[in-house]
């Protein structure tokens, strides 16, 4: 079967692939030749390619995160050529595709780095520190039941956009991953801003970023030096804009809160 | 085995207010008392877990993925629908029931249905006041788009990303319910058995996909919230760690299986560009608003085109068939899912399919284009394009977008009563994983509906009944099924690891794929689903005596999580075949060639078939039985759907 | 109070001392400037003199220069406690990083540019502040302390000249991220105000630093 463009080559390609057995162990480059790699394929499909490739020789085929492979789970995770979610812009690794290679490439892939985001094996890194974050304050305390109609409180178009924009974050970790400082500060934000945003977030928003911010530095993020890498290689464009949102609700928040903590 | 529905007696629009009193209730008190295992936190389950914990009581819930945000409801783009009426376009509770019940071939159980319209509008409601931030008019209203199906404006919506907002609400939710410690949450954890004791679920077996542990949980009662198993045709618009397994296990612990052959085939998907290919991708339903559908008119302009010989662009418009406008002038374009799918194969079966595997057709904006302009279109569906583009490397705005039918979801599922009990006391299903609301053909934006409507305003009450009824003694792992179930599975890991044959599990899951979708996908006949049962048993016996895994069950080994599930595919695969073979009518995702109307449309069978299939595990290798719930329609006429 | 010292020891917080301070330290560059500006003046340092003599003896700005030594070092303690702890927050290093392909290299080499200028701010007060303060100066015809003839000394050294230049140089990329990024830090974000901040804060940097390394060049070259 061809593809959409029945005259690209295939490519033969050199991969230094990070090895790691598990999280205490220590990991280090592995080089792979992979063949006829067709340009249709995507950058994941490429390396089920390896993976086939590595089990049937009874080698252990290399452990990377991944599940919708359309772009909106977050699961994807991996630092190409040295770059979060590689070269693409906007494009989490799933939905890179190799035709944005050529032939006789060598392509290093890495597993994010940062002290909150231990490697469990391979390219796969937990990132439970960002749940742990957002169960710190990342909701609106609404039971089931009870709510009051959903036209009752009317947000205006562009309110309700800018929040959309800032809820879109897919949880991916690339912030974390490509920020000097591994901070997770644009995470967070997309979060605080969403419900900062908004009216339903009113009611907690002096608790929610304290203690979001709180648990943020508890889980050994850096702090953010406004280097703008995170937003550069966010995926779905969260801007910079949040950050500063978030610095002004938790200046606003530690000053006038009631919480003497 | 008598299946008994427990549907309410009252009329329809009463019997689930009749139903919420006369159900026992669980005192608060007592409601700390008990455990309930959730596994899967997708929107049905997260939904569900968060809502039982504001409830009081104590909550295990358990995913695969290393967050509950990566459940693949995040992926749905369209929108969920909800009997709001807030265009003022003559919907109502009834219409939504009724649009569905019609949309699903009339195969869905009524009662259902209606519960599920009711509280369609009481989830729009819970979101919004989570800061789901839903698409507004300009004067800060909920705004609203129309679907496949449905002649009103009842879809609410997020750009295209519904699914995703609905499923961060929920998990938001559910995040809230761990930091109060009501939710104990378990990532990377999959359940690989369910514990039954005294004929009772009462428990999980799980391995921890980072360690290898295996680790028993005891609750009350367990409710399955894992999703549909698409999968099982590899290539399909789910997300590659979707799976059958927890039911699958469930099912093998006798939970009833209800129609597993209803499957729904979207029509506008990326098609396959190669046999590497991982997984498929879904262009929103929204396209046909404004794409024309066509292929070229004959055979042999078609087999130029794939050669190379002339270019989309030379084919002049009397040479093109714009054929769902030419057979279905009333609805065009927007006939309904299984239609346009069914439609599209018979064009490539002809010999006229585009692309460079002849297996796609056209969906043309070039019209679109032209009346209103590139930047309409981009705005409108901008971002539909751009993923196109970035799949495929053409652009839609220049040539026409080349579509395929693919797997998007499964009807069939788990069969439960109108309380969402399986066949096992103590066990529920709620969302994709159960069979209940969508008959034969599910419509736009109804799996998110379902899906939260389980888990936020059916399983809080219904479960309660079943426990109200339970002893508030606690639970322990101690009983003899626990350490029975542990060794089952330990054993089968063993198995899987010791096999040491020269075939992946990804080469099996790939062979068990071509097969279903020959031979179980859009068109089925008696001949092909002999031919695939015994294709299939073969193909089990090899994986069995030929698998290969490498490194070992104490560590991350996502080659042994992918055996384990090919594994159980290749069982369920089986299973759809029979239920397939069974069904001797057409109805909605089900379409048996034998069965077809003059004009090639489904021939439904009312009089034989209006029942639910729900199949019964008796042994390894044994054939399961067929047990028969009688679906009655006292609100709805049966008519024969015409788009013509 | 618990709840201060939580607040400024959070990332955040640190990161607004940061700022707070960056932009006080801004506007004593203004003050330092203009000041200094009279060295330009043809007058063999009459003005200068004269200026320095007040910025040394005034009560007020003698108090208010307390406030600028606690400025310089919280900044700097902070600025050097922030690069360690973000250095061991991204723990190992990627093998391949092209880090440079979403971002500039200044914003990443605040901590590096701000210890150059701290180096410098070591010699440069040695050179003048400190005779200026425990030294015996000798006197112009007006009576003030001859400040004006230790910078003169000062820049005939080549040595200083070059330090002094790259250090501006340094100065001006250190501002050139500083200076919006302290608004960024306050919440200061507005898509109407923030592209004024930013050329603000260019033109700033560059005129101010060009200022400033402006004198040493004219004094070794002109004035030696």
């Known amino acids: 079967m061809a593809g959409s463009n029945p005259n690209a080559k295939p490519m033969n390609l050199t991969l230094k692939v990070w090895r790691q057995k598990n999280r205490a162990a220590k990991g280090g480059i592995v080089e792979y030749k992979v063949k006829d790699i067709s340009p249709d394929m995507s950058f994941l499909e490429m390396l089920d390619v390896l993976n086939e490739d590595l089990l049937r020789k009874g080698d252990e085929p290399v452990a990377f995160d991944h599940d919708c492979r359309e772009g909106i789970c977050g699961s994807c995770n991996l630092f190409i050529n040295g770059r979060a979610h590689g070269p693409e812009k906007g494009t989490t690794t799933c939905q ?43 909701y609106v305390s609404v039971n089931t039941g009870g709510a009051p109609d959903g036209n009752e409180i009317p947000i205006p178009k562009e309110i309700a956009d800018r929040a959309f924009e800032a809820a879109t974050c897919i949880g991916c970790g690339a912030c974390v991953a490509s920020c000097k400082n591994a901070s997770a500060m644009l995470f967070v934000s997309a979060k605080v801003s969403q419900l900062a945003l908004l009216p339903q977030g009113n009611v907690e928003r002096k608790a929610r970023v304290e203690n979001m911010v709180a648990q943020m530095d508890k889980e050994g993020f850096g702090a953010c030096t406004n280097i703008g890498s995170c937003a550069a290689e966010c995926p779905v464009g969260i801007s910079l804009e949040n950050i500063a949102i978030l610095n002004r609700e938790f200046l606003a928040a530690k000053a006038t809160s009631n919480n003497l903590v | 085995m008598i299946l008994d529905s427990k549907i309410p007696e009252g009329p329809l629009a009463e019997k689930w207010e009749k139903h919420k009193f006369d159900v ?27 809502s039982l914990a504001e409830l009081g009581y104590n909550v295990k819930a358990f995913t695969y993925h290393d967050s509950p945000r990566r459940a693949h409801s995040i992926a749905a783009q369209g929108g969920i629908n909800a009997a709001k009426n807030y265009q003022n376009d003559g919907d109502s509770v009834f219409r939504l ?32 006041a989570q800061g789901v931030p839903f698409a507004r008019e300009y004067g800060g209203l909920l705004a609203n788009r129309s679907f496949g199906g449905a002649q009103v404006s ?16 929920a998990y938001s939710a559910l995040s809230r319910q761990v930091a109060y410690g009501k939710v104990k949450l378990y990532t990377r954890s999959e359940m690989l058995d369910l514990v039954v004791v005294d004929g009772k679920a009462q428990g999980i077996i799980t391995r921890n996909l980072i360690t290898g542990e295996i680790e028993t949980h005891a609750a009350h009662a367990v409710v399955l919230a894992t999703g549909g198993y698409g999968n099982v045709f590899y ?31 979207h029509p506008t998907c990326i098609p396959v560009s190669g046999d590497y290919q991982s997984k498929l991708t879904l262009m929103s339903e929204s396209l046909r608003n404004d794409g024309r559908v066509w292929v070229p008119a004959t055979k042999e302009t078609a087999e130029r085109l794939r050669a190379g010989q002339i270019r989309v662009q030379d084919i002049p418009e009397e040479e093109r068939d714009y054929f769902l406008e030419r057979k279905y002038p009333a609805f065009g374009n927007l006939v309904p899912r299984d239609v346009a799918s069914r439609n599209a194969k018979q064009m490539c079966d002809e010999g006229r399919g585009v692309g460079g595997s002849g297996l796609a057709v056209y969906l043309d904006f070039a019209d679109a284009i032209k009346r209103n302009g590139a930047d309409w279109v981009a705005q409108k569906y901008g971002n539909l394009f751009d993923m196109y583009a970035k799949i495929t490397g053409e652009n839609p705005y220049e040539q026409p977008m080349r579509i395929y039918p693919a797997v998007h979801y499964t009807m069939g599922g788990l069969w439960v009563d109108y309380n969402l009990q399986t066949t096992i006391p103590g066990l529920y299903a709620t969302g994709e994983c159960n069979f209940s609301d ?4 599910r419509l736009g934006a109804s799996a998110l509906m379902q899906g939260l409507a389980d888990g936020y305003f059916v399983i809080p009450y219904t479960i309660g009944d079943y426990l109200a009824k339970t002893a508030p003694k606690p639970v322990t792992t101690q009983h003899p099924a626990f350490q029975e179930a542990e060794a089952a599975v330990r054993t089968r890991i063993e198995k899987l690891m010791s096999i040491n044959g020269t075939r992946t599990p990804d080469d099996f899951h790939k062979a068990l ?12 006949n008696a001949k092909g689903l002999e031919f695939a049962k015994a294709e299939i048993q073969k193909l089990r016996r090899e994986f069995w005596s030929d698998l290969k895994i490498t490194g070992l069950n104490e560590e991350l080994n996502q080659t042994l999580e992918k055996a384990g599930r090919v594994a159980d595919f290749l069982e369920l695969g089986e299973l759809m075949i029979d239920d397939a073979y069974d069904r001797n009518e057409s109805c909605g995702g089900h379409f048996r060639e034998e069965y077809a109307t003059e004009e090639g449309e489904a021939q439904r069978n009312d009089d034989e078939y209006a029942y639910v299939a729900a199949w019964q595990y008796m042994g390894d290798n044994q054939p399961e039985v067929l047990h028969k719930e009688q679906l009655h329609f006292e609100n709805v006429k049966l008519t024969q759907r015409s788009y013509k | 109070m618990s709840w201060i010292s939580n607040t400024f020891s959070s990332s955040i917080g640190r990161k607004i001392i940061m700022s707070v301070t960056g932009l006080f330290l801004c506007s004593f560059l203004v003050v330092h400037l203009v000041g200094n500006l009279q060295l330009f003046k043809d007058d063999n340092g009459v003005a200068f003199n004269a200026y320095s003599e007040f910025m040394g003896h005034n009560p007020i700005i003698r108090t208010i220069e307390w406030v600028l030594v606690l400025g310089f070092g919280f900044h700097i303690y902070q600025g050097l406690a922030l690069a360690a702890k973000n250095r061991a927050a991204r723990g190992s290093n990627y093998v391949s990083d092209h880090i440079e392909q979403n971002s500039k290299w200044y914003s990443r080499s605040m901590a590096l540019l701000g210890s150059i200028v701290l180096f410098f701010l070591v010699v440069h007060l040695y050179n003048f502040l400190g005779s200026l303060r425990f030294m015996d100066v000798p006197r112009d015809a007006n009576g003030n302390e001859d400040a004006y003839g230790l910078v003169v ?57 060009a200022l400033f390394a402006a004198m040493p060049v004219y004094f070794f070259f002109f004035k030696s």
């Not at chain 1, 231990?118 to 749940?131: G, H, I, T």
């Not at chain 2, 309930?36 to 939904?47: C, E, K």
């Not at chain 2, 699903?104 to 599920?116: F, K």
């Not at chain 2, 997020?158 to 907002?165: I, N, S, V, Y």
């Open chain 1, 96 to 138: 890179l595709h190799m035709r944005k290679f050529s032939d006789g490439d060598t392509i290093t892939i890495e597993p994010w780095r940062a002290n909150a985001f231990p490697v469990n094996k391979d390219l796969s890194v937990d990132r439970s520190a960002f749940d742990r974050i957002i169960q710190a304050g990342g």
């Open chain 2, 24 to 50: 026992k209730l669980v005192n608060p008190a007592n409601k700390r008392k008990y455990d309930i295992i959730v596994v899967g936190t997708g929107l049905a389950g997260a939904s569900a877990a968060a």
């Open chain 2, 97 to 128: 029931f009724y649009d569905t019940i019609k949309g699903g071939d009339y195969r869905a159980r009524e009662a259902n249905v209606y519960r599920l319209a009711q509280v369609s509008v009481n989830i729009i409601d819970q979101c919004v």
């Open chain 2, 154 to 169: 009842r879809t609410f919506y997020a750009r295209g990303q519904t699914g995703q907002q609905l499923l961060l609400g």
């Open chain 2, 235 to 265: 290539l399909s618009t789910n997300a590659k760690y979707c799976n059958v397994t927890a039911p699958w296990r469930a099912h093998k612990k006798g939970a009833l299986f209800a129609n597993p052959c209803f499957t729904q085939i």
């Open chain 2, 438 to 441: 969508h008959g034969a053909n």
């Open chain 2, 513 to 524: 794929g071509h097969i279903m979708w020959e031979y179980c996908g859009m068109a089925r």
């Open chain 3, 153 to 209: 000394q000062a820049f005939r050294n080549p040595f200083y000249v070059v330090l002094y230049v790259v250090a501006q140089v340094a100065l001006c990329y250190h501002l050139l991220h500083g200076f919006q990024s302290a608004f960024q830090t306050l919440g200061l974000n507005h898509r109407k105000y923030t592209p004024a901040i930013k050329a603000l804060g260019f033109g700033f940097s560059i005129i101010v630093c």
